[in-house]
């Protein structure tokens, strides 16, 4: 008797158990199907986008500036966008990455889970992964700009009636975005942190650390990939944000780079906005708006996939652990 | 389930040992407390610095009608300069600039312009009265009483009902769209592919996520418009339909990983019962796992709507942005989210304008805010439960 009749016979071949009747198989297709319409509609963009702007994205195309045509196809580049998104995401991290990690550090190793501040704290983090990035364009303008920047033009310097801070600038739209990113750090920073086996804390108490040395020393140098993983999301999500700087620092048209803290700053992604509805002709602007686009996915996905692999990594590390 | 005394987690949190000694180190944890308060007291600042601004116009305190009462030139020295200033609509530098000779021109020149209109009863219609955000008004020119979202016009009318239903227009469509596809995408990911497809399928959906809302919207301008227009042969290229399924497939990752995150946290025992009494494995997800999980779908789909309605690039290039009452998905609409994008550069601080896109930023929070709280405790509870019976 062949393997094959005898499985049947004995009703123990998982694979006609796992498909079952028409029905179920019908249903699993459909689920199935719906999978792949997901993945191919992502092929499909990421395709289609790095079709049309592999030709234009030249080597020169990335080192010159915008020049005064930006809309011109022979001169046209994106040097001035790809230093204003770094230069306003590295300041954004700065600021992000410490505030999550600590809180992170509090939820997960002081706070008890049962009290309902740290309910509290847990609600408003979900709730701030919730803000539409527009109501943080308005947050950035209405607190850090005319609040924050106001206060400050009349500390610094009460007599001189051109403001300096109160007006749209780099490090406004850098705090606008921290404070968007920073659900995405501490919900990675947790969960790397519930990822260290208790022993290794208890060990180190037991050789007479105390509670913070244990952190210091011990636990958050374990947690560091999961740290690393929330910060390049951060990094990632922030990177193609557009509608929190529109209000808060970021410019159409810049001559020179941004060299203080007050400047405002050119960006990656409000130049394919501006690129895809202000261009004169589009079908003449077409290959530097996909080259554009194509640009910015590089960075951010790039970013992303980085992050993903990390936390498989953390993941499997977990599963090993228990 | 734990116990407390064995958990070696639960005996972590109590350790306190060597604080006494080391005053600094106790100075550092309350520091810790402070910093983790800080998501607490960014949504508050949210609600009063977002809420603020709009405070004048929700409680009626601020008037945008056209012409206001006239001041007469011959008062210009009786009146205060701030009342002057606010009265020729003049920036504080451009008020600075003028001497007084041209300061009683543009008086002169407002109180005739004042006698003219006063014949036009629209002129002295306070827009921004909650009567005229809500209910429609019959404006003179026009055949019956109207919705109308026309901020920049001699008469500034901000009638929010047209931009209300564009954002529900187009958020329908992507739930629509979005919902069913994320949600049985969902269910195939955690329950009936093998482990092994499962670690490649789960990224490479959420990587979907990783696309920036100015790359969608790029991609609906550029490319689905124009397709749709060629397969459907409807008239208006930008429409409430491309947009909606734009704004799909951002809506997408977030329905799909949170609806996922439910149906995998379905205990494993629930599912091997359903096997070992002969089902296959579609029916145990169909009929004992989604069950199980459904309050995690419900609060998928609202989170997917909280995001939907808060998306602001994707809508702002493929929408048209014609603020139009229609009910057709094919009429070029105009959102929420669009109009504060589109128009706050343009106004004035603290000017009526101003203040009304913050108080549309207002009602977008609260919306979202419902959403989340909503989606935060069902999936709360779901979590316990779950955890209670494994």
Not at chain 2, 195 to 218: D, M, N, Q, T, Y
């Amino acid at each position: 008797m062949n393997r094959a009749a005898l499985s049947s016979q004995t009703g123990c071949n998982p694979f006609a158990r796992v498909h079952g009747d028409a029905t179920s198989r019908i249903w699993t297709g459909l689920t199935l199907g719906s999978t792949l319409v997901i993945l191919g509609i992502l092929a499909l963009i990421l395709g289609n986008i790095a079709w049309n702007g592999l030709p234009g994205l030249s080597f020169r195309f990335l080192i010159s500036g915008a020049d005064k045509d930006m809309f011109d196809v022979e001169k046209a580049g994106v040097l001035p966008m790809i230093v204003g998104t770094a230069a306003r995401v590295i300041l954004m991290s700065l600021f992000v990455i410490p505030i999550g990690v600590v809180t992170a550090i509090y939820l997960n190793e002081y706070a008890k889970s049962t009290s309902k501040l740290t309910r509290f704290i847990r609600a408003a983090v979900n709730n701030l992964a919730g803000v539409p990035s527009i109501v943080f364009g308005l947050f950035g303008l209405g607190f850090f700009i005319h609040f924050a920047g106001g206060s400050l033009d009349l500390l610094l310097n009460p007599k001189n009636s051109e403001p300096v801070w109160g007006k749209p600038g780099i490090l406004w739209a850098s705090l606008t975005l921290a404070v968007m990113t920073m659900p995405l750090v501490i919900v990675a920073t947790e969960e790397s942190l519930k990822a260290i086996t208790p022993g290794l804390r208890d060990a180190s108490l037991a050789l007479g650390a105390t509670k913070l040395e244990t952190i210091r020393k011990v636990v958050l140098p374990q947690a560091l990939p999961g740290i690393l993983t929330g910060g390049i999301l951060a990094v990632s999500r922030a990177s193609g944000e557009v509608a929190p700087i529109l209000f808060t620092g970021a410019a159409y048209y810049m001559a020179h780079y941004p060299h203080s803290l007050s400047d405002q700053f050119m960006d990656l992604g409000y130049h394919v906005f501006i690129l895809s509805t202000q261009s004169p002709n589009i079908d003449q602007t077409r290959p530097i708006l996909y080259a554009t686009v194509l640009a910015l996915l590089l960075l951010t996905f790039t970013l992303n996939i980085m992050a993903i692999l990390l936390r498989a990594k953390i993941r499997k590390g977990m599963r090993a652990g228990h | 389930m734990k116990s407390t005394a064995q958990d070696p987690a639960a005996r972590w949190l109590t350790v306190r040992r060597g604080q006494h000694r080391r005053p600094w180190e106790w100075v550092a944890e309350k520091l810790i407390f402070c910093v983790a308060l800080s998501a607490i007291i960014v949504v508050l600042l949210i609600f009063v610095f977002v809420g603020k601004e709009s405070i004048p116009i929700m409680f009626g305190r601020t008037t945008s009608a056209a012409i206001q009462d006239i001041i007469r030139v011959e008062d210009f020295d009786t009146t205060s300069p701030a009342r002057l200033r606010k009265y020729l609509d003049l920036s504080e530098q451009q008020y600075k600039d003028l001497d007084r000779e041209a300061k009683l021109e543009l008086m002169s020149l407002k109180a005739e312009a004042g006698k003219e209109a006063a014949n036009d009863k629209d002129a002295r219609v306070n827009t921004v009265a909650w009567r005229h955000l809500l209910l429609p008004y019959q404006w003179s020119g026009y055949d019956h009483p109207e919705y109308i979202w026309q901020p920049i016009s001699m008469i500034h009318k901000y009638n929010i009902i047209p931009l209300l239903i564009g954002s529900l227009k187009a958020t329908l469509v992507a739930l629509l769209f979005a919902v069913p596809i994320s949600l049985a995408a969902a269910i195939y990911v955690s329950q009936l592919a093998s482990p092994r497809w499962r670690e490649w399928l789960k990224p490479g959906i959420e990587l979907l996520a990783g696309i920036p809302s100015v790359v969608l919207g790029f991609f609906a301008l550029l490319v689905m418009a124009t397709l749709f227009q060629n397969v459907f042969g409807y008239e208006s290229r930008l429409n409430a339909f491309v947009a909606g399924i734009a704004l799909g497939l951002a809506i997408i990752p977030v329905v799909f990983s949170i609806a996922e995150d439910a149906l995998t946290s379905v205990p494993a025992s629930y599912i091997q019962g359903a096997l070992a009494l002969g089902s296959t494995r579609w029916q145990a997800a169909w009929k004992i796992v989604l069950p199980a999980a459904i309050p995690g779908v419900f609060a998928a789909v609202v989170l997917g709507f909280g995001r939907g309605i808060g998306e602001t690039m994707v809508v702002l290039m493929a929408s048209g942005n014609a603020s139009i009452m229609s009910a057709s998905l094919f009429d070029s609409t105009r959102t929420i989210t669009a109009t504060i994008a589109a128009e706050l550069a343009e106004t004035v601080f603290g000017e009526h304008h101003y203040q009304m896109l913050f108080l549309l930023g207002t009602l977008l929070f609260a919306v979202t805010f419902v959403a989340n709280m909503i989606a935060d405790q069902v999936i709360h509870r779901l979590k316990k439960r779950m955890e209670g019976k494994a």
